[in-house]
């Protein structure tokens, strides 16, 4: 994949790169990359390499872990390895199997706006230890039963003693509790 006069910026494993890169050649991560990858060619995340921030490029693959978003301008590869945490958007997908998304993805012709797209820093909400709370805090997500995304946060559960929902349900938890629809 490296360009037609054999160059190519490569990221290595014991390497940490804080800031953007922008690139007219194919770009390998096998390290760390916290920012915006930029390039006219290809963009590949090493299994092994971690990018947090967003890719763009003609054609972007994942064998590592990317947690933003991807924009592949031609084709988007995630292999038995890869795995995103964020929002990809590309004209032409392929997954392997063992390879995981966890967000959107648009094959429409739409880019993932930013503000959706989770901050690379951020760290995850602790886990409940109550009964009756361990639920609601699990509650939220996007996925709709119509197939629609909302880049709203779903409505957080309140627990009332003895109440019944009469609302018709809007979206699925992520994690539903036992005997939950």
């Keep these: 994949m490296a360009g037609q006069d054999g160059s190519k910026t490569e990221i290595g494993p014991a390497t940490r790169v804080i800031g953007d890169v922008e690139a007219e050649e194919d770009v390998f991560v096998l390290g760390r990359l916290e920012g915006t990858v930029r390039s006219t ?82 760290t995850p909400r602790p886990a409940a230890t109550t009964g009756a709370s361990a639920g609601a805090t699990r509650r939220g997500g996007s996925a709709t039963r119509s197939g629609t995304t909302s880049t709203q946060p779903a409505p957080r559960a309140t627990p009332r003693s003895g109440a019944t929902r009469n609302e018709p349900v809007r979206e699925l938890p992520l994690d539903p509790e036992p005997g939950e629809n």
């Design 41 to 122: 060619a290809s963009v590949v995340i090493e299994e092994g390499g971690l990018v947090l921030g967003q890719v763009e490029a003609a054609f972007v693959v994942i064998a590592g872990r990317l947690e933003g978003t991807a924009v592949a301008e031609k084709r988007l590869e995630i292999t038995e390895t890869g795995t995103v945490l964020g929002d990809l958007a590309a004209p032409a997908l392929v997954m392997l199997e063992g390879g995981a998304v966890r967000g959107r993805v648009a094959m429409d012709g739409t880019r993932p706006s930013r503000a959706a797209t989770p901050a690379p820093s951020r």
